[in-house]
């Protein structure tokens, strides 16, 4: 086919077209900002949270008509001259670029993952028409209509505009989902100005299974959005920071999830949210093509799996891969009868694709034969999902996905690290879980969602069953506990004595010593003991005494009072495992004062606004919150002193690592309990694995082969990812890796897709 003059002009309105149609959804997205931040000022109980959003609404309402102007006219120079990419950069800029380039690409990258993932087949659909038009192999680098291009656009203008990096984030979780529903309408609008134009009304499955010809511009087209090639990515291949490491993996699983989505999509499998059984997370799944449901629905077909997985068990390793061959052969048997049984082009898509995936999963050499078996019989409850809802191709966070990786993530460290005790209980709720999963084949997403949560049920109580690594845990939690209350405490009583005439030493010593003291004891005894009751009075005494005492009766009050007052503050810095020295230095420094406001004639505390400070005293934890303390200051001595435990066999991960930034605290967040790692402390390389996390997730306890265990606060954990001295033993989920293996098989051989 000839492109002539008038195709490409067709292609290059189009691209105007669509960045005037962004244009006309931007003052809609400020305006969804605007609103969402007004209803968190009036939501929020939180302070910090409220200030937070007044700081963003009035930066946002600042700069926001600016921004809006530079979006349209970058959009429209890129329009009209796509190779160009974006305006110069002056040298300072290029600067700012390299400090923040990594975090960039992610804040970027999420966005753009957010509209590729609303937009799905809308997206795909203008690719191919405007390839079609232009008679290119693929669309320019930075041509205007790709995601990625549009969110670098967006949020290089919020920057360049005076916006900052902090309000972009903090308004992400709003804008990303309003700004990807807008976007598909606005690629659904630049797709029919194209049909309207007389271009490729129909897509259909060909395009993407005919083998390509140098002549056929439209097929090659169909072939590289599929089939563009992507190198597997291991935990420490391709060298780098972690950041980096990270930023790579997410996109080329982004690319791997669009490639799958568009190959269906093309052979006529309906995008996610347009099922015949209506959205995704209905009560029933769509029915297949009645053929083909019965012999889903056929038990006598799969009971040849069963046996196979009741065999394995107490075979040698060379009976046991004899087994899995002759499983691998049963399956694939059965989905050529799976597809005889259907007309349908999109059926057989799907079939083919879930095939491939568990063929590469049944091929997974470093899980266990044991395993694998197990996993092979998950193909068809995960196919009937796949035919109902096709969004398991297109979403990370389908539950049938989610319970895949999951298991698979605690399977692939199965040889090298778990002792047999732990192996066969990991293998037993794997077991467990098909089975329920094959009991109930009609109840579709819903039994996948319930057995990945009783899964990580499972892991969090099975990760803690040793003993040891049980009684670390209950260490950390203390630890957490006692340094969260320490803060709590600190901030409330200077709220407290906000308004108090209380000399400093008195104040520094409330603040950074007797605090932590309560927390200690809260810890111990609880809040309400006698203990915590006594510590609560000392403080509210020490005020006192500490105060003007302008009569002689107070002055005979505080003599009297003073030994019992200082041996219960000695106490309590005891526990802190404060020696003699530093004891005898702190009560010296508040006998000083003391003694000062003995004589002082200077302004006293009111008895109301001191028994006011009395009464909150003793229900100080009425009023502590569940803000973010920042991170926790830890070492093996204090969590020895707090808990009275041994913390010998526990490491405690203080220093190492890089400054994180804020992508990877969220990374560090986002770990899954149960998954494996390199960790590499003090040149020290070994295998862990992540088997709690604290309630406030705050801190992270791994654990070794040996039972040797590595605490870290999240915010170190984050560290250690940046500077690639903590490495997924994956980089990539296990069903992720099974698409792409899936992709290799078609692209070899296309035509298996729908024959």
């Known amino acids: 086919m000839t492109h002539t003059a008038p195709q490409v002009a067709l292609a290059n309105v189009t691209r105007q077209r669509f960045c005037a149609q962004v244009g ?151 804008l990303y989902p309003h700004l990807a529903d807008r976007m598909e309408g606005v690629y659904q609008e630049a797709n029919r100005f194209l049909v309207t134009n007389g271009v490729m009304p129909e897509i259909s499955p060909k395009h993407v299974v005919r083998k390509a010809s140098s002549s056929d511009p439209q097929t090659v087209a169909a072939r590289s959005t599929a089939f563009a090639p992507t190198a597997h990515l291991g935990a420490q291949q391709g060298g780098g920071s972690g950041a980096e490491w990270w ?34 997370g209905g009560n029933a ?49 059965q989905t050529s009868s799976l597809k005889q049984a259907t007309e349908s082009a999109s059926e057989k898509a799907t079939i083919e694709v879930v095939a491939l995936m568990f063929q590469s999963i049944l091929s997974e050499d470093r899980i266990p034969p044991t395993l694998r078996v197990w996993f092979a019989r998950l193909q ?114 200077r ?15 409330l603040f950074k010593i007797w605090a932590e003291v309560m927390a200690v004891a809260t810890v111990k005894h609880g809040a309400k003991h006698e203990e915590m009751l006594a510590h609560k009075q000392a403080a509210s005494d020490l005020l006192w005494a500490a105060s003007a005492k302008p009569s ?72 502590l919150t569940q803000e973010d303390m920042g991170d926790l200051e830890l070492d093996q001595e204090s969590i020895e002193m707090i808990t009275g435990a041994d913390a010998s066999l526990i490491e405690i991960i203080t220093q190492g690592g890089e400054p994180p930034q804020q992508a990877m605290r969220a990374w560090a967040m986002e770990l899954q309990l149960g998954s494996w790692f390199q960790l590499d402390h003090n040149n020290q390389p070994t295998q862990v694995q992540l088997a709690w996390r604290s309630d406030r997730g705050q801190l992270c306890l791994f654990t070794n082969a040996h039972q040797r265990c590595y605490l870290f606060q999240t915010a170190r954990v984050a560290s250690y990812l940046q500077a690639g001295l903590l490495a997924p033993v994956e980089g990539e989920s296990l069903t992720v890796r099974a698409t792409r293996s899936a992709l290799s098989k078609i692209e070899a051989n296309p035509e298996r897709l729908l024959s």
């Open 247 to 280: 930023t790579r993996t997410r996109q080329q699983t982004q690319e791997v999830m669009g490639k799958i989505r568009r190959l269906l999509g093309n052979a006529g499998v309906p995008e996610a949210g347009h099922t015949q059984g209506g959205a995704p």
């Open 552 to 623: 002689r009766a107070e002055r005979a009050q505080v003599i009297s009072q003073l030994p019992a007052l200082l041996a219960r503050l000695r106490k309590g810095m005891s526990t802190l495992g404060m020696d003699t020295t530093a004891q005898d230095a702190q009560l010296k420094a508040i006998s000083d004062i003391l003694t000062e406001a003995f004589m002082s004639r200077t302004e006293t505390i009111p008895a109301e606004q001191l028994a006011t400070v009395t009464r909150n005293l003793s229900s100080l934890e009425d009023y």
């Open 380 to 493: 068809i409850p995960v196919l009937r999902v796949a035919l109902a809802e096709p969004d398991f191709f297109s979403s990370l966070q389908h539950p049938a996905r989610r319970l895949i990786d999951r298991m698979g993530s605690c399977a692939l460290g199965f040889d090298a690290a778990l002792s047999e005790v732990s192996a066969h209980a990991l293998e037993m709720e794997i077991r467990r879980i098909v089975q329920v999963i094959e009991q109930y084949p009609e109840t579709g997403r819903r039994v996948f969602q319930l057995s990945f949560d009783e899964f990580q049920t499972f892991l969090s109580k099975h990760l803690q069953s040793h003993a040891q690594t049980g009684r670390l845990v209950s260490v950390a939690q203390q630890v957490e506990q006692k340094e969260t209350l320490a803060v709590q405490y600190t901030i409330e009583l």
């Open 495 to 509: 709220k407290l004595l906000n308004n108090m005439p209380v000399r400093e030493g008195i104040r520094d010593f």
């Open 285 to 333: 799944p769509a029915a297949a093509s009645p053929r083909l449901q019965n012999l889903l629905q056929d038990g006598q077909q799969w009971q040849g799996f069963a046996q196979v997985a009741d065999a394995v068990d107490g075979m040698d390793a060379i009976g046991q891969a004899g087994l899995v061959a002759q499983m691998a052969q049963q399956l694939r048997q």
């Open 24 to 174: 006309l959804v931007l003052p809609q997205l400020v305006q969804s900002l605007q609103d969402h931040l007004n209803q968190v000022l009036v939501q929020s109980r939180i302070l910090k949270d409220t200030q937070t959003a007044q700081d963003t609404q009035r930066e946002l309402t600042q700069h926001e008509q600016l921004w809006i102007e530079k979006v349209r006219a970058a959009l429209q120079r890129q329009a009209l001259h796509p190779a160009d990419g974006t305006a110069p950069k002056t040298t300072q800029h290029l600067e700012l670029l390299a400090t923040d380039a990594v975090e960039d690409q992610l804040l970027t990258g999420k966005l753009a993952t957010a509209i590729q993932d609303k937009a799905g087949q809308a997206w795909a659909d203008l690719k191919l028409r405007l390839l079609f038009v232009s008679g290119r192999v693929d669309l320019l680098p930075n041509d205007v209509v790709r995601p990625d291009i549009l969110a670098k656009t967006l949020f290089e203008e919020w920057v360049r505009t005076g916006l900052s990096r902090e309000s972009w984030r903090h308004l992400s979780a709003h």
